[in-house]
């Protein structure tokens, strides 16, 4: 079998020109992970719009990085038996911000949120425990995102 990546813009966002290598990218990572017959929705967004996500689903009235959201139902089609992983929401104003906090390209930035919401969607959490500046992570989601995004160092998507 294989994956399915659904990517979408908020409305009124134009596409990046480098939308496919990041869904290339997902695809990537879901085969490193060993993950099959999956399906992921990734919307990306603006920091308003993932900033009202934030506040009905976590109660935090702030713009945040990224934002999954587990599904876990399955469904079958013509191509076979699916399973809905879920939905990955990802702020493009945020981005930048993020890569300047951290001092890496917003190349690296992008693959870490991407990773980070992959892992999320199939099972991982972090806890209270985020990624900090000049910090090792140790729980294990986010020692394993460090880990992969140091194997996808040379990929480019932007």
Not at 19 to 37: N, S, T, V
Not at 40 to 50: G, R, T
Request: charged share 30%.
């Amino acid at each position: 079998m294989s994956n399915r990546v659904l990517i979408s813009m908020e409305e009124g966002l134009e596409s990046p020109a480098w939308l496919d290598k990041a869904e290339a990218f997902l695809y990537k990572i879901m085969e490193r992970l060993e993950i099959d017959g999956e399906e992921v929705s990734l919307l990306f967004c603006n920091d308003p719009f993932i900033q009202n996500l934030n506040k009905e689903y976590r109660e935090i009235d702030a713009p945040t990085d990224v934002l999954s959201f587990e599904n876990g139902e399955e469904y079958q089609d013509d191509e076979g038996k699916w399973f809905s992983a879920g939905d990955i929401v990802l702020s493009l104003e945020t981005l930048p911000k993020n890569a300047e906090y951290f001092d890496v390209s917003q190349n690296t930035e992008l693959k870490r949120l991407l990773i980070h919401g992959l892992l999320h969607i199939n099972g991982y959490d972090h806890g209270e425990e985020h990624i900090e500046k000049g910090r090792e992570p140790e729980c294990e989601m986010l020692v394993l995102q460090e880990k992969i995004l140091g194997e996808v160092a040379d990929y480019q998507i932007l």
